[in-house]
């Protein structure tokens, strides 16, 4: 290397020139072009191979910059082994000491040939989230931070290599040395040293280690304290390199003033970049979450929650020093969510995090008041297994109330194929300010329903004079007339009370109230022709809403009203009747005797209140804010009357139903038909339920049984398929203009049936789901799949035999929302609650309840046309093919129940869950297309790289010969 005599224009660009010397020397190695497609065809392998890209399922890249971290540091320590040693070797060195420019910039020139040549090599991975991009539904946020964590942390570690480099002139010892010292950075924050430590020190080695920064970064959130992390370290190394460099100018036998400058310098710079970091450690709120949907950042509708705080509230949590390996990387992170509630509460939350393990007195609080217990934890290592009692809860205290949560429902586990099992935050937002939610409401309520009312509600009673009354109905009335004038005083001026005689102005109320609600006279008994009213509402300006008189108890009166107060009320946790199939417990050991729902018991019970609805008695519990009927089977003619009177009241009505049930039993898949007792009921509002299935090539894979066959002999597998009747639904199948659907990435619709709506009802429809125009019908039963010769599924379009008759490919509607004005199902028949043939209206003084004949225009009907895609069995079948725990169906669910009761706000945090965005289901001939088209791109980086770097050549050698010529 010789630049000769250096002017002082030379000198501004002797950077620029190192660095074009030291990409040159590079390319001209043939070595250089090995270790670049040695790195290429690493990354590719480890996304494809080792971490099984297309059977994890998910559409991101996480597998690649996980991975980088530890690629990096062979990748950087190859690049800077010959940086300095090759000078030193090659006697070089002494000639760049004796030039008359800083050392500094010969530093830096070297830097910035390395971090060129790290870029390019980078740059070889590009294809691979531009291919799953196209493929899938890409959050490009988390991609980007990815690659710019990987810059910092490969500026790092190349600033560590060239400070190795320049101690040594043997470009081996520089591998080896630069490869540990990286090792041991990133080792400090791994969970292999951690795991010797309790959770303080394990979070302060956390923030040692580069590779827990480079993590903070790549999930995409870019924090200020990691870039600057990164970029002290950068600077750090450089300076040492700057330093060691400069003392080989001096005379080790006179130590002069200009030696103790450049050590108080040096020293100085690291004590301040230290310093530093210590510093920005405390600020918390400079950074920018880069995420599709700021899933790490606090969302408006908690700002407005925090914002109707009026007294102090207090979130602790409890985490225990030792813990569990997956669980500990997971508290920082509730930590820093945790301080983002205090810093938007702005003084008005105060947060704690305390080790109950280290203070009994609080310990013993947790588990007296508050109901908080350690729960047990197996934690093994290579030489033994252990029983560890860690507390991984957060509390949330508003003044006397208080909610809990706890491990389970903070954490969501995903597995994937030939990987260990990987511990995440579900959705802490969500559940932390529900909680808010929860104990803010009830502590300003005090138990006074009113207020949480906001429009004043009146309460209005269609009742005849008390001359037409039965005796029993005019003690009634006089009853809930006591009742209603309590209520009235406590309100506020937010309830009043109006009881109107229908028979009045000529009668014109009574023909009004029939043609808008149904509400015909009620008689007393056969043979009395006189004729009355007794009909219960409250209104505001938004809707209207009918009590049930509940056979006219005035005991119960006071239940029912508050009840149909809280419809008009926020802040109440809504309770939801989940109508479900009895289960024979013996049979469902066996996976036998129809669908189970446990998995969807819990998860509604978590957010709302629920009670189990037998709908036999004919009524549904006066509590009920939505019901909810799931998987029906042979409804009788109570049941449907219990069903189509909440319809009548206004309510929303929940239904999972379809003619068919699956069975997977023994190693074989079975098709049952399943009689609801609802079809008439149905077909009634215009809506039908086809007695076929839809089968869609845009399906879900699905671990069934399957026959395979080897000459003349048949055997049963299961295998990975992909299965036609687990239909794989994607916007614009998922409708994604609507809050039920619009941020569901995807769901597997199991088993479903096609539905119609007649158009001329007047009421509205909105569709939620729908199949992919390549989805065709079948009426077979037989629904076992089998492999074809060619590897593929037997199920195919128009093909009879397996599919039955087959109906020609076009989208079908799998669920939907009706809403409007409805007719009774029961307006001409009898009325099912009665033993003797009378009169619909008639009143007895038996306890016979009303029968309302029209609803108000806020009854609706939300239809899902499966009995299975909820159930247990199938719903593991799911989490066994995505290998994860996000299970879309109950999603859905949950998102239509938030609807349905207007919890817009709780809706829009559920929504912003950290879904896995999954991969459309291909073949495996298309999965192996994708891989080698990206090993293609790579191949043809290099090349291109090649081709430049002839050119480059090429015209050089013009140029210096085009010199000699002059």
């Known amino acids: 290397m010789c630049f000769g005599r250096l002017t002082p224009v030379a000198t501004d660009s002797i950077a620029r020139r190192v660095a074009q010397k030291e990409v040159r020397l590079f390319f001209s190695s043939p070595v250089a072009w090995l270790f670049l497609a040695s790195f290429a065809t690493a990354t590719l392998f480890i996304f494809f191979w080792v971490e099984s890209f297309f059977a994890r399922n998910i559409a991101d890249i996480r597998p690649l910059f996980e991975w980088m971290p530890i690629l990096l540091i062979f990748l950087c320590a190859a690049l800077t082994m010959r940086m300095w040693s090759e000078e030193r070797r090659t006697g ?14 010969f530093v830096l020139g070297k830097f910035h040939a ?25 959050d490009w946020g988390p991609v980007a931070t990815g690659y710019v964590a990987t810059a910092l942390l490969g500026a790092t570690y190349l600033s560590a290599g060239l400070f190795i480099s320049a101690r040594t002139d043997n470009p081996i010892v520089s591998l080896i040395g630069t490869v540990a010292l990286c090792g041991i950075l990133y080792l400090l924050g791994s969970v292999t040293l951690t795991d010797f430590f309790d959770n303080q020190v394990g979070e302060a080695l956390r923030l040692l280690g580069t590779g827990a920064r480079f993590d903070s970064i790549a999930r995409g959130v870019v924090d200020v304290r990691d870039l600057f992390y990164y970029i ?90 030792k813990t569990h390996p997956l669980l500990a990387p997971l508290v920082p992170q509730l930590r820093d969510l945790i301080k983002e509630y205090e810093v938007a509460g702005k003084g008005k939350v105060h947060i704690e995090f305390v080790d109950p393990m280290q203070n009994p007195e609080l310990e013993q609080e947790a588990n007296e008041r508050y109901g908080i217990t350690a729960n047990p934890f197996q934690v093994a290592d290579r030489y033994q297994s252990a029983l560890v009692n860690s507390y991984f809860n957060i509390l949330v205290r508003y003044g006397s109330e208080h909610e809990t949560l706890g491990f389970s429902d903070l954490i969501e586990v995903r597995t994937a194929a030939n990987s260990e099992a990987e511990v995440l935050l579900r959705n802490p937002e969500y559940d932390i300010t529900r909680a808010i939610k929860d104990t803010l409401y009830r502590y300003r309520m005090g138990g006074n329903l009113f207020d949480g009312i906001e429009e004043p509600v009146e309460f209005i009673a269609y009742v005849s004079s008390d001359a037409l009354l039965p005796e029993p109905l005019l003690a009634y009335k006089k009853s809930i007339e006591a009742q209603l004038q309590t209520a009235v005083r406590h309100s506020g001026g937010k309830f009043s009370v109006r009881f109107i005689e229908p028979e009045s102005r000529g009668g014109d109320v009574a023909r009004q109230i029939v043609d808008e609600w149904g509400f015909k006279p009620m008689v007393i008994s056969q043979g ?71 998995n969807l018991e819990r998860v509604v019970a978590r957010d709302y209140s629920i009670r189990l609805e037998d709908l036999s008695d004919g009524s549904v519990t006066p509590e009920a804010d939505i019901l909810a009927v799931v998987a029906p089977h042979q409804l009788d003619e109570k049941s449907i009357f219990a069903i189509d009177q909440f319809l009548m009241r206004g309510g929303t009505v929940i239904l999972a139903t379809s003619p068919f049930t699956a069975e997977i039993s023994g190693g074989q898949l079975r098709m049952h038909d399943y009689n609801s007792g609802l079809q008439e009921w149905l077909a009634h509002h215009d809506i039908e339920i086809g007695n076929t299935l839809v089968l869609d090539q845009q399906s879900a894979a699905f671990p069934s049984p399957v026959t395979r066959r080897e000459g003349d002999y048949e055997f049963r597998d299961v295998q990975m398929i992909d299965y036609p009747y687990f239909i794989d639904l994607r916007p614009p199948g998922l409708a994604p203009q609507h809050p039920v659907t619009g941020n569901l990435p995807q769901l597997t619709m199991a088993w479903a049936s096609p539905i119609t709506v007649g158009k001329d009802s007047g009421r509205r429809v909105t569709e939620l789901l729908e199949s992919s125009a390549n989805s065709w019908l079948s009426d ?58 009378q009169d619909p209206q008639m009143y007895d003084g038996s306890g016979v309840t009303s029968l309302i004949q029209h609803s108000p225009e806020a009854a609706r009907i939300v239809l899902y046309a499966s009995n299975d895609f909820m159930d247990d069995q199938i719903l593991n079948a799911v989490v066994t093919a995505s290998g994860t725990q996000y299970l879309g169906p109950l999603e859905l669910f949950m998102n239509t129940l938030d609807w349905a009761l207007q919890d817009d706000q709780l809706l829009q945090i559920r929504s912003r ?49 085009k010199g000699l010529a002059l």
Not at 552 to 570: H, I, N, Q, V, Y
């Open 913 to 961: 869950a950290h879904f896995n965005r999954t991969l459309p289901p291909m073949e495996r001939r298309v999965q192996a297309l994708i891989e080698y088209f990206n090993y293609g791109l790579a191949v043809l980086w290099l090349v291109l790289l090649a081709i430049a770097h002839w050119l480059r050549k090429i015209l050089r050698r013009r140029r210096y010969a």
């Open 92 to 105: 070089t060195l002494e000639h760049v000491m004796t030039q008359p420019v800083g050392l500094w910039r």
């Open 232 to 321: 002290s370290l950068t600077l750090a190394f450089l300076a040492l390199n700057v330093y060691m460099l400069e003392k080989e100018r001096w005379d080790r036998a006179v130590a002069t003033a200009r030696h103790r400058h450049w050590r108080s310098a040096t020293i100085l710079l690291l004590g301040n970049l230290l310093l530093a970091n210590v510093w920005l450690d405390r600020i918390d709120w400079l950074r920018l979450d880069m995420t599709q949907g700021k899933l790490y950042s606090i969302s408006e509708p908690t700002h407005e929650f925090l914002g109707q705080l009026q007294e102090p509230l207090l979130i602790r949590g409890y985490f225990s020093a």
């Open 780 to 837: 077979s039963m037989e629904i076992m799949p089998s492999l074809g010769p060619d590897g593929l599924s037997s199920f195919r379009p128009g093909k009879p035999g397996v599919n039955g008759n087959a109906i020609a490919q076009a989208d079908e509607y799998l669920g939907l929302i009706v809403q409007g004005r409805f007719d009774s199902f029961f307006a001409d028949k009898t009325h099912p609650l009665n033993s003797t043939e």
């Open 528 to 598: 009395d022709d006189r004729e009355f009213f007794f009909y219960l509402t409250l209104a505001d300006i938004r809707q209207v809403v009918q009590l049930p008189t509940d056979n006219f108890d005035p005991t119960a009166f006071r239940l029912t009203l508050d009840t149909g107060l809280k419809r008009f009320a926020s802040g109440f946790t809504s309770t939801v009747a989940l109508a479900l199939p009895p289960v024979n417990q013996q049979m469902a050991r066996y996976n036998m005797g129809g669908p189970t729902f446990t």
């Open 114 to 138: 390395c971090f060129t040549l790290l870029l390019l090599a980078l740059a070889c991975t590009l294809p691979l989230p531009i291919t799953v991009g196209l493929i899938a539904d890409l």
